[in-house]
């Protein structure tokens, strides 16, 4: 056996990590980032970054359930102008 993680064991873990997603997302109705809070924080322990990109990758792969993509957060970007318009109108309350 050589060094190194197991890639098999890796296959296995991602497409439970992608059913136990599909199970809280679609059957359980839980919020995707509160599905990736629990899995990240209370059964796998990994990032939910991680996470979210395993997903991404299998969403294809499995044929017997209807895994969709996690949606892509992002966020805003505000420049020093654009927060003066938030200062201005606390201080005119």
Known sequence: MGKGRNSELIRLRDEA???????????QRLRFDDALRLLSEQEFFISEGRIMA??????????DIALKPVPRVRMPRLTAKQLELFR?????K
Not at 88 to 92: A, K, N
């Open 54 to 63: 395993i997903i991404r990758k299998k969403v294809g792969e499995l044929k």
């Open 88 to 92: 201005d109108e606390e201080e005119g």
């Open 17 to 27: 990590l992608c059913r136990r997603y599909y199970e809280l997302t679609e059957k």
